[in-house]
């Protein structure tokens, strides 16, 4: 097995939430938890969540393939989407994609070379009136992103990861 017995039993209180004939309902949840403990979704990670939850290994990777937040190739240790859809971009979305791009020296779907922080272009995220809107690893939402609030998380996200936070 290449997930823990710890991520086992949370997929496990995922697929309990559905009838047991329809425990493939749980493949987002499922996919999220290996994620979270992997990094990203190897063809082979994403083969075991498709025999957990009785499906055929292409209907796992069709799910995974067709939503934003999962990783299928290694990320850094914080990948950060920028939305850059109409709304966004007309509030300084682009911008602020170009700051945050310039100043980690990367271009989207590229990694820092230290491995902490990949950037890429997100959909929306629902919350156009306070773009610019990001997300930090599918899980914090920052919101109205100048550039001084751009240069706050990135000194927070490298001190965090000196201290050894975050996966």
């Not at 425990?23 to 063809?43: C, F, H, N, P, R």
């Not at 997100?122 to 914090?140: F, Q, S, Y």
């Amino acid at each position: 097995m290449l997930l823990s017995e710890q991520a086992l039993k949370k997929i496990d209180r995922e697929i309990a939430k559905y009838p047991a004939d329809q425990k493939q309902s749980a493949v987002m949840a499922a996919l999220a938890i290996a994620q979270d403990e992997k990094g990203w979704l190897s063809q082979e990670v994403m083969e075991e969540v498709a025999k957990i939850l009785g499906m055929p290994p292409i209907a796992v990777q069709e799910v995974a393939t067709f939503y934003n937040m999962y990783n299928l190739r290694p990320m850094g240790k914080y990948k950060i989407s920028v939305c850059t859809n109409l709304p966004c971009a007309l509030r300084d979305g682009e911008k602020a994609a170009h700051y945050l791009k310039q100043k980690l020296g990367v271009d989207f779907k590229e990694t820092t070379a230290d491995g902490l922080f990949t950037v890429i272009e997100g959909e929306c995220m629902g919350a156009c009136g306070d773009a610019p809107v990001l997300l930090v690893n599918n899980k914090r939402m920052c919101i109205q992103m100048s550039e001084a609030k751009l240069d706050a998380l990135i000194d927070e996200l490298k001190a965090e990861a000196s201290a050894g936070g975050a996966k």
